[in-house]
Every structure is written in C-alpha cells, then in structure tokens.
C-alpha cells in the first residue's frame, strides 16, 4: 500500500528535522538537462522531499543512454521529461513536477527558471553550460546556480570536487576532462558529480555552506 503524503512527510522530518524538512518541501529546484547528471539529481532531489522540481529537456530516451541515465530499457524512446517524471512518481509520489520538453535557449531561460530557487546545470555541452550561467547570473543575481564541469573517464573519483565560484555560483566536476575530446563517460563517476550537485542544491536551500 502507497504511503500516505503525511506519513512520507513525517518520515523524512523523523530523518532530516522538521526545519530542514519544511524548507525543503516549501523550495523549488529546476534542473535544466535530464541526461546523466540531471536524471540522477532529480532523483536525489525527489527523495530528500524537495516539493516542487522544474524538468527540462527537448530529447527522448535511447539505448546509448542506458548505461549511465536513470532510465529503463521500457522508457526508451519517451520524452526525457515525461519518463524522469514517471520514474519519480514511483519514488516519491508527492513531489510536484512541472515539465518543458523544450530546448532551452537564451531567449527562454528567464522564463523556464523564474520560480525556480535554485537552477541546476546539467547540459552536456559547453555552450549550453555557459549560455545558462551566464544568463541566469544576469538576470536573476539573487538565484542560485549548481553547474557541472569535468566527470568523463576513468580518473580518481575524488578529483570530483565542489567548488564555490561566487556568492551563487557553485562548480562540481574535476574541471578538465571532456567528453568532447573523446573521453568516455562511466556512469558512476558522472553519478558521483551529480551526487555533488543535488547536495550542493540541498546544502543551499539549508542555508548551509555549500563547501
């Protein structure tokens, strides 16, 4: 039998307090990409009870995505957005999901992210990484975002890092490696930069240090 939303509630409050719980259930989080990183964010996110998650993402699942995408071999070929929210719904039910099945641009960022407290980073190309930052930082100072530099190969996990590069801008990766040089992405180091992420993500919405 499915839990009931006050008996999740009164589980994740016996575990995390009822302060950080209530903050955590009254925020916002949008993660804009839902491959690799942004599927497994979301899904982190999703269990420590954040309320609300903005899904974004214009691609449907493929069979190259399995091996490192929080997907399943029945989901392939569903949008990103809709099968993310799907395998949420069975995690954590009572998690709203607000879903764009778009590319995000420049033009529409600022629209996408607005009611977001946090944007999450989770692009796989540079220009979409910088083109997010860059704009959120520009339109919205007072918002935070988490991005992701630097997971492909077979390196030392504990070169992933987190780094905080201004008072909103937090860098998880180990800054070098790219998978546009040909390096392979392993699913448990692009998992562990993304576990890096929706930590930062719940250490900012804690009022923590993110460091």
């Given at each position: 039998?499915?839990p009931?939303k ?7 409050t ?20 839902l491959?690799?990183?942004g599927?497994?964010v979301?899904?982190?996110l ?16 493929d069979?190259t ?24 719904a ?5 998690v709203h ?17 607005k ?6 980073e ?12 860059n ?31 201004t008072?909103h ?6 800054g ?17 930069c993304?576990?890096?992420q ?10 923590e240090?993110?460091?």
């Amino acid at each position: 039998m499915i839990p009931t939303k006050e008996e999740v509630i009164k589980a994740l409050t016996k575990r995390h307090g009822k302060k950080l719980q209530e903050k955590l259930s009254s925020s916002t989080v949008a993660i804009c990409g839902l491959g690799g990183l942004g599927s497994t964010v979301a899904i982190a996110l999703a269990r420590a009870g954040v309320g609300r998650l903005i899904l974004i993402d214009y691609d449907r699942v493929d069979i190259t995505n399995l091996h490192r995408q929080q997907y399943k071999i029945t989901q392939i070929g569903m949008p990103k957005t809709e099968a993310t929210a799907n395998n949420l719904a069975e995690i954590a039910p009572y998690v709203h999901t607000e879903l764009h099945d778009v590319c995000v641009t420049a033009e529409n960022v600022a629209q996408l992210v607005k009611n977001a407290d946090v944007i999450c980073e989770a692009f796989d190309r540079a220009e979409a990484k910088a083109m997010l930052v860059n704009t959120v930082l520009e339109v919205f100072p007072e918002k935070y975002v988490v991005s992701a530099s630097g997971m492909a190969g077979m390196g030392s996990p504990n070169t992933i890092v987190t780094r905080k590069i201004t008072p909103h801008f937090y860098l998880c990766g180990d800054g070098t490696s790219n998978v546009e040089e040909g390096i392979c992405l392993i699913s448990s180091r692009v998992m562990l930069c993304a576990s890096h992420q929706a930590h930062t993500v719940v250490r900012i919405l804690a009022e923590e240090s993110a460091l």
